[in-house]
């Protein structure tokens, strides 16, 4: 699904207008950004937690010219869902 197809299913739903349900939708996204770039987590209720992880300094590889590279510490965005919201994929779609 893409944000395209979610703008289309709020609007059908709703009844609102694609256009306003599109900035409605981008803004919330930029929100979730803006929040998490400023070191706060953002938490909806039932849905899930958008969090900031953080990545521990380690050693890695460069394959193309076989050296030792180190990779310093650092944040990165992570999404961890919500109980209800685990259980419900888990009991509603069949394993492939």
């Known amino acids: 699904m893409t944000k395209a197809d979610i703008v289309a299913r709020i609007s059908d ?3 609102i207008e ?3 349900v599109q900035a ?3 803004t919330f996204m930029e929100e ?3 929040s998490l770039e400023g070191g706060d987590n953002v938490y909806l209720r039932g849905f899930g937690s958008f969090i900031i992880k953080t990545r521990a300094e ?4 460069n ?3 076989n050296t030792t ?3 310093p510490a650092h944040n990165i965005p992570a999404f961890k869902p919500a109980k209800v919201f685990v259980e419900g994929v888990k009991t509603n779609v069949e394993v492939n």
């Open 32 to 34: 979730v950004k803006t």
């Open 69 to 71: 590279i180190k990779i």
């Open 24 to 26: 409605t939708v981008e």
């Open 58 to 61: 380690k050693t890695g590889r």
């Open 13 to 15: 739903k709703l009844g």
């Open 18 to 20: 694609k256009g306003d």
């Open 63 to 65: 394959i193309s010219k």
